[in-house]
């Protein structure tokens, strides 16, 4: 019995290795075969200049601490250009692009993009153990493998997994963050309190959508007593009265220092330093007067831009509420959205319900709506766990939905763990009750590693088939849904197979055409870059 045992363990260890391999070969491929992408040279630059000089007024949304660990490889590589003296030069987003392109390709820009998206996929990884582990433990060794099968085959995790930005490390963090307090809950031990502290600090200083971790904290801790009450045998009692206090004291108190100590970590990251710039230095424009011009001339209306933001103020460093400032301007401004064909002024409240219809697998839709024909038993033996996984989805999406910024699911990605891991355990509870059931789930579990292996490389505009798959996605999506300016490879190649010079490009990004091999002349009415070119009537050539 121990030898079955055994094997069978080895065999659990054998699959969970291979699934991480399919992970690294889908995420390899990435990192070699696509060219810069928009936001990668601004990360990649404003990270070396964290770790250089500690100018945290370089790209300062969003928060440091992704960009730090992407490029920790050059610390040691030591650049052979590593750009100007320390806090030379005026901040904003149009200088930090300019210098971000700059030291990109004044430098190997091959080689330092390979190894900042190799470090930048470590997230990829450690959110696919959260996921594996986290299923595990609520759910049991099935789950735990399907919820791990699931991930390593979603299109959104792919298409982003190996980018140098903040939407994967989030993602990470705030399903670690929200798991560690589910551990917490319980069984309380100092160790798991300092855990859950250190992932909540990680999460905040990642990016500042996790903000809004903190609150979901508060709602879980509530969830978590109100089920432990209806549990307990002695709820009526007055002993029980007295033990459901003392459990709402204990959660405040971890809570109040789960706050503190994600504070102390968010601090950290910014060197207990107030000053977005190393000392002697300013931002170009201060953070009073930043606001000031986004209300005044801008037109943006937020309580938390002109009432909340300035009363925190040396409470929290002046990069990272600079960053927020920018994320709400982003957010209450918005900007125009491509959905369905039709295009609007700003966003929409429907944007993302849509767009996860349309970049979703049928496979894994369909395992979402096993969730509900399951609720009644993950509800009856699996009550707190399920709270834990559908409040932090609750809040998340709630609130996107008031966003007015809709360029991409990826605003969204922190989502995607907490459903993985409710579809799978709600698939595996139907699986056990009947093989009908079982043999859907496998089906369904095909289907969404079929369509995501059908997509192979294009995952970054991934549609499934009802929409025409990732060759349509265009006609119903745009911006990070479709393109993020990473195809420059596959043009030359395009360019290069067809024997065409006599070309006209509209580029989507910052990459610099000349390193990319791209003889085209470029659209100066779509993308006012260096080198433009005045667009002749009739036009000519390929466009």
Known sequence: MQSHQLWRNRLNYVLAALLLLALAAELGFFARWQSQTIDEADHIHAGYRYWQCGDFGVNPEPPPFAKLVDTLPLVFDRPKNPGPPCASYDTGTSPDFAHGHDFLYSNDARKTLAKTRFFAASFTFLLAIFVFVAARKMFGEGPAFLALLLLVFEPAVLAHGAEVTTDLPVTCWFFGAVYAFYRYSESPTA???????????????????????????????????????????????????????????????????????????????????????????????????????????????????????????????????????????????????????????????????????????????????????????????????????????????????????????????????????????????????????????????????????????????????????????????????????????????????????????APFGSADLDYYGIPCKVLAAFSPQKGSAVVPRPLEGTL
């Open 191 to 505: 160790r798991r309190l300092i855990l859950s502290g250190l992932a909540t600090g990680l999460a905040l200083v990642t990016k500042h959508s996790a903000a809004v971790l903190l609150p979901v904290l508060v709602l879980l801790a509530v969830a978590d007593i109100w089920v432990r009450r209806r549990d307990s045998a002695s709820a009526d009692s007055s002993g029980g009265s007295v033990k459901r206090m003392r459990l709402l004291v204990r959660r405040t108190a971890a809570l109040v220092v789960i706050a503190s100590m994600a504070t102390a970590v968010l601090w950290g990251f910014y060197l207990f330093r107030y000053s977005a710039r190393p000392a002697g230095h300013e931002m170009s424009d201060s953070l009073t007067a930043y606001i000031q011009d986004a209300i005044r001339y801008g037109g943006v209306h937020s309580v938390l831009l002109s009432q909340i933001i300035p009363r925190l103020v040396h409470i929290l460093p002046e990069s990272y509420l600079y960053g927020l400032a920018n994320v709400t301007i982003a957010s209450s401004g918005g900007r125009q959205t491509f959905l369905l064909g039709h295009l609007y002024s700003t966003g929409q409240w429907f944007y993302f319900p849509v767009a996860l219809v349309i970049k979703c697998t049928l496979g894994f839709l369909l395992l979402l709506l096993l969730t509900f024909v399951a609720g009644p038993y993950l509800w009856d033996e699996k009550k707190g766990e399920t709270l834990f996984l559908t409040i932090p989805v609750a809040v998340f999406f709630g609130l996107s939905l008031t966003s007015r910024l809709n360029i991409g699911v990826r605003h969204i990605l922190p989502i995607y763990p907490f459903l993985i891991v409710l579809a799978a355990g709600a698939a595996w509870q139907l699986a056990g009750r009947k093989r009908a059931w079982m043999y859907a789930v496998v089906a369904l579990a095909a289907l969404h590693c079929v369509s995501s292996l059908r997509a192979f490389p294009n995952y970054l505009s991934y549609s499934n088939e009802v929409w025409g798959g990732p060759q349509e996605t265009y006609r119903y999506l745009s911006a990070s849904n479709v393109d993020i300016g990473g195809g420059h490879i596959d043009e030359r190649t395009y360019l290069a197979r067809n024997q065409i010079t006599d070309c006209w490009i």
